[in-house]
């Protein structure tokens, strides 16, 4: 069947005056457009310190040494190019209950990577369910949108979900640090966040997109229900009334928090984005309230 | 209380029937359902367990009974509960309303200012008033056909418009039809069969032999009382005298349809002008028939009137014929002999021959039909020719042989000269003998050839040439010889020969006297030309007509033509069984009206299910769902689950 684009053409003249976001400093060479706290060839000043042998004679202030026969050297900010790296969920839970989550995440993905190749960032797309897929690299500016769309439309769910296994994997792979976009259900067996936690220990910087159907937070069925889960295929017999949904809405909102708590316990942030919602709303909503494009 | 649609155990029946498809759907839809979820991490923590191994089970009594009572209700709403005993339902009822030609009549109540048919108008509608509203009736006009003028109807003004608007026919009441249609209407298109009501039905084609010997229980009179006095003509018929071209026989019959005997004045008009009458006495059930000769040649109206004291039906008492001319046949004979001719062609009575010579016929060529005597007129012919023994030279048929004496040995069958003509023993003398050309027909013929010709050419006059004269030898003592001469004429002028009898009559059946019992060529057609059904049977032609006009049966010169104008008055009068219901009853409109419940019960049957859908069902996606999400529903529906 023919698929249409992920985007199209109106959404992403407006995506055109974002830029993706990150607070954190990371080194790196000079072409980015965020501020970075290193020292580096920049042309704003940062500070000064002592020379040292083997520093280059052309950053020592000549008029500090003149006046007060000391020899400092000039430092300055630079705005480092850091590779954005967005790890997208394509494990079975993202087609369940159906693949309309899946389908807003890929939508999403795509968004943000237009955004950085708008503003000439490098764009490493990271397919995950139990272990890594191959990764999609693209840079160079808008016009090498199309692979990436390519590449995301190609993706189909599967497999299981396993974050710690994926985190130790991402940081014995890839050792520079960066901004790291998750854009996953976060629905798995295991409750918790220790994944995220060695992710940010390790310096990178969390941007967490939670995509959900509306049926994950409020199930709509009642009476007596079988669930199957879509990963691992166990099931469970149930009567499901208002006051069970009640309780599971309870539960799944604390996750959420939960997720959003340890986001910013590491200086990341945290979104989260219904399926239903339209991929522009979704942007221009949560995406830039929590600054992730801005 | 009772149904009106269906009957109690009909009703159990088609109730258990839902009921358990409500109780299969109700199973079918909180059974356990199959679920795919993301994670069942939180659902875990939702959990409840199963609260019983059987999975086919009722968990919702409210919501099944709810359905089950609102199942019940709107199969009542169908059933059409009623309050009330069973005899106040409604019931269907078929008034036939005389409309035959009789109930044009002045009737003896009120001083005869009202016709049979006002007074049972106003005993229909006086009826109609005293039915239940419910009630539907159907309005049906019976005269020779039951026409029925409305359907099963419970608006009572369309129904008394249909009776208000009721017209006496010309036809007469066939009530075993009427009776016939109105049972079979009331057992196949009746909710519950009510009365047969007859409001007229006095006389009737009907005799009491064929009617019914079984009443119908349910049957009602509303006949106003009294048979008027009525004389009437029956008949009047117009017959040419064969012997005088001029003289119509008239014959008209008179009948005496009352009680009493009456003294008839009869009398004819023709153009408005007196033709004749008769003064007949006539006791009770007396039919007379009277003939009147008049003479005329011109065509006109002829009215046929009868006067009676006390007579109450108007309907019959004129009758009017148009007379048609006598058709007469103008022949000039150019001969220079005219008294050898004249015996011949003085035998036709409407034949009208005049005597020229031949000098004469060349100085001024006579018009229409023309005899020449052997000679041939130079300017060509004016109109249908006979040429006797024309000279070979001049002939305009040629001459192939002349002076032949020889016998006729074959006539031309097929030919209308020669009609009736099988002599054999045509002795000719001198005879000329004919070649035939395009558009020539030979008709008599001996061994040397044809010795009579006919010549047909559209455009041209008619020409007849005979090879011998007929009157010259001794062919003028052969009987054949005039009946030669007359199928020359009738094929030169059909018209003149056309014998036509006009007879007025009534509508219904026609019968016919047709006594040549040849039917090649007989036809029976109305005013607008269009061809009846007929059938002729001893000697007799048999045709109906359900309408007033004219109708004529034709065949070659022979015509009878019927104007159906009479009003059909059957001679016998119903006598109906003495435990007939008659009149209006007064228990009629005094029943007490049920009422009806189906539609609260409809209402509340459709509120029960709305009520169970709302409490009950399934949390459903969408903006179904949503609605569930009003606090007041969603505490509602908390409260009831």
Redesign the interface.
Known sequence: MAQGPLIDRHFLERLERLAIHWQKSFGGIVGGHNVSRFAGPGQEFLDHRHFHHGDDLRAVNWRAYMRLEKMFLKMFQIEPRVPVRLLLDTSA??A??SEE?FASARRLAAALAYIGLVRLDTIVVHPFSNTLGDAKVCSGGRHRFGPVSDFLSALKPGGTTNFLAISKQFVERYSQRGLLIVIS?F???A?ETKPFDYLAEFGHELLLVQVY?E??RI?????????????TG?R?????????????TA??DD?SEELRRTALRHGGRYAAVSSAMPVEEAVFGPLVRVQGVR | MHLLNLSLAEFAAVFSAASAVVVALYLLD??????????????????????SAQ?RRI?QWPSLLLQLLSIALLLLAISQLRWGSRETGARDHVLLLDTSAWAAARGIADGGTQSLLDQAKGMALAYVRALPPVDRVMVVYADGLATPVTAFESDRRKVEEAIRRGRAGASALNLAQAMEFARRTLSRHARSAGEIVLAGGWRTLTSEASMPVEWPANLRLLTPRGNPENVGIRKLGLRPSPEDPGLWKVLVSVRNYGARPHSAELTLLFGGSPAGGRILELAPGQEAETAVNYRTRAAGMLEARVRTRGDRFSGDDRAVLEMPAQPELKLTVCSDEPELLRPLFGSLPMLMATMRTRAQCVAQPPEGVAVYDRFVPRGGFRGPSLLLEPPADQSPIAVVKSGVTERIDRWEQRHPLSTGLRAQDFRLSQALVFRTGAGDTGVAFTASGAVLVAREVAGQPKLVVAGFHPLRSHLKFELATPLLFANILRWFSPEAFRRTEVFAGSVGAVTAPWQTGETNGLRVINESGDALPFTVRDGQVRFYSAQTGTVRVVQNEREQTYSLALPDVPEAVWMPPEKVKRGVPPSVSGLAQARDLWPWLAALGALGLFLDWLLFA????GRV?SLRQMPLL?RL??RA?
């Open positions: 839970s993202m369940a209950p989550k259900d629905l798995t067996d409750e159907a049926e994950d199930p709509p069925w009642d009476g007596e229900l079988e669930l199957q889960e879509a990963e166990g469970v017999e149930m009567n499901f009334d208002a006051d069970a949904r009640e309780r599971y539960a799944f996750w | 909180r059974s356990r359902r199959t679920v795919l979820v993301a994670t069942l991490r939180f659902w875990n923590e939702a959990r409840r367990p199963v609260e999975r968990r399934p949390a459903g996606s769902g969603n529906h908390r689950s």
